[in-house]
Each structure stands twice: as C-alpha cells, then as structure tokens.
C-alpha cells in the first residue's frame, strides 16, 4: 500500500519543463499559413510566398520543439506520471479532430440534403425561383457554375482506400513486435507504414492535378468542388503530418529508443494513424461514393 509519504515523493518528480517561446513562434507559423491561404485564394501575389514562410516556421518549431522532448525523454525526465499525462492530451487532442472533421462533414450534409435541394424546389414549393433554370440536383456547381466531372469513387480513391487500410494493419503489426521486443518486425513495420503513407499522397497529388486539368473540378467548382477540396485537402494535410511523425518514429525504433514498456510516443502516432484511416472511411462514402 502505498502512503502518503510514498505518494507526495511521486508527486514531486513530476516534470516540468521550463518556459520556452516555442508556442508563440508555432502560432505566428501557423498565422502566416493560414495568411497566405487565404491570399492565394484570393489571388493575391504573394500568398504563396506567405504560405512558404509559414510552412517553414512550423516545420523549424516542430522539429526543434520535438527534439528537445525526445531529449528529455531519453534522459530519464518522464516517468509513469508524465506519461499518463501525455495519453490524456493526445485523447484530447484526437477529440479535438473529430470535431474539426465533424463540422466539414456537417457542412456537406447541410449542402446535399438541406440547402441544394430547397433552392432547387423553391419554385414548387413558394411559386417563384432565384434562378429558374438551378435543377437543385447533388453534384453540383450551383446556378451558372462552371461544369464539371464529378470525381468517381473506383479507381484512384479506392485504392487509395486500400493503401490506408494496409497502413493500419502494418503499423498494428509493428506495435506487436514492439511489445515482444522483436526490434526487426518493428522497424519492418513502420517502414511499410511510411511506404504506404507516402504512396498514398503520391496518389493524391495526381488525383488533384487530373481533376483540374481534365474534369474541370476545381476550389471554384461550387459546393461540390468547396467540399470535396476542404475535406479531402485536409485528410491528406493529416496525412502528410502523419507520415512525418511516423517517420520519426522509424528513425526513432532504429535507434533503440522504445522498450515493450516504454514507447508512449510510438502509442501516440498510432492513435493518430488509426483516426486518419477512420476519417478517410467516412469521407470514402460520402464525398466519392455516395
């Protein structure tokens, strides 16, 4: 049984790292990215150089940030307190996406199952229309947009579905041969997991370039090209954040850094994986399927 003696001894062991302007630089990164979206969107000349800065502020924050905690880690500092601490942020934080998530998907079944269909009956409904000639129908541009190929669902996207899929069982994998310390299946693991995140952005990059050069399906496509930009860009901003932790993890379990004990970084990116894999399920059926 533990007494109180034990526990205020636990208790001052707890690690507290000392105050660091990292936040601050992370935030104006992220200003500076969302700036230069909305310049570029706007076509505004510099947004792109705007984006660029941010990028490479957020890039510079995070791998000089993540490095001290790596350090800190390797030294010793956490300890079981800490790294309960560690589980709940990340459930957190994971919580946190979901809600980023939800409201993309809400605002597509506000568009497809409330807002397209009521302009589109407004005449048979109310005796008048704003645009007589809108059929109210999903995909859609809206009235007088530009038309379009609406994006189909065999093909690219289910394989990409497939790609994603076999991430998830290879990085399961890799945390088996973690836990029964069996270092080459998890460095295997993760190796096949990065491989596929890779491919599967690869895949994506082409994905965008045929759809704006061959089916007109553009960010100015109306709601249709609205949504399935915003929804599927930023799956893939995920992943491509996701395939960069999971990276350093690699290099990481290469290094010897994680014991069958002792590896809640390693928890941590698979939890995200597995989030990104669900969302892109969800987002499989109701932007490219149905």
């Known amino acids: ?4 003696t034990d526990h205020a001894h636990s208790t001052a062991h707890y690690f ?21 979206f909305i310049q570029m969107l706007n076509d505004f000349g510099a947004g792109s150089w705007v984006m660029l800065a941010g990028t490479a502020v957020i890039l510079t924050v995070l791998f000089a940030w993540f490095g001290k905690v790596i350090g800190e880690s390797q030294s010793g500092a956490y300890r079981d307190w800490e790294d309960r601490s560690f589980r709940h ?6 919580s946190t996406e ?8 809400g605002a597509l079944f506000y568009v497809r199952v409330l807002s397209v269909p009521t302009l589109g009956g ?9 645009w007589p000639e809108f059929a109210g129908t999903w995909p859609t541009s809206g009235p007088g947009g530009a ?3 609406p994006m189909g669902a065999w093909g690219i996207p289910a394989l990409n579905t497939a790609l994603l899929l076999s991430s998830g069982a290879t990085i399961t994998w890799a945390h088996w041969g973690l836990l029964r310390d069996n270092r080459r299946q998890l460095i295997l693991g993760l190796a096949a997991t990065v491989l596929l995140g890779v491919v599967f952005l690869g895949f994506q990059a082409w994905e965008y370039h045929h759809a704006y ?11 249709y090209g609205a949504t399935f930009f915003m929804l599927t860009g930023f799956h893939g901003f995920h992943v491509t954040l996701g395939t ?9 379990s290469i290094s010897g850094h994680f014991t069958a004990k002792r590896h809640f970084a390693f928890e941590g990116v698979a939890w995200y994986w597995h989030f990104v894999d669900v969302v892109w399920l969800i987002l499989f059926v109701f932007v490219y399927w149905v």
Not at 1 to 4: L, R, S
Not at 124 to 129: D, E, N, P, R, V
């Open 213 to 223: 050069t061959e089916l007109g399906l553009t960010m100015g496509a109306g709601a």
């Open 244 to 252: 960069i932790m999971l990276a350093v993890i690699l290099l990481r």
């Open 16 to 36: 507290v790292p000392e105050p660091s302007l990292y936040p601050v630089i992370l935030s104006a990164g992220m200003f500076l990215l969302a700036l230069g």
């Open 98 to 105: 979901v809600m980023f998530f939800a409201a993309f998907f």
């Open 122 to 130: 407004m005449e048979a409904a109310h005796g008048f229309s704003l």
């Open 1 to 4: 049984m533990k007494t109180t």
């Open 147 to 149: 038309p379009f190929t």
């Open 89 to 94: 942020g990340m459930i957190w934080f994971i």
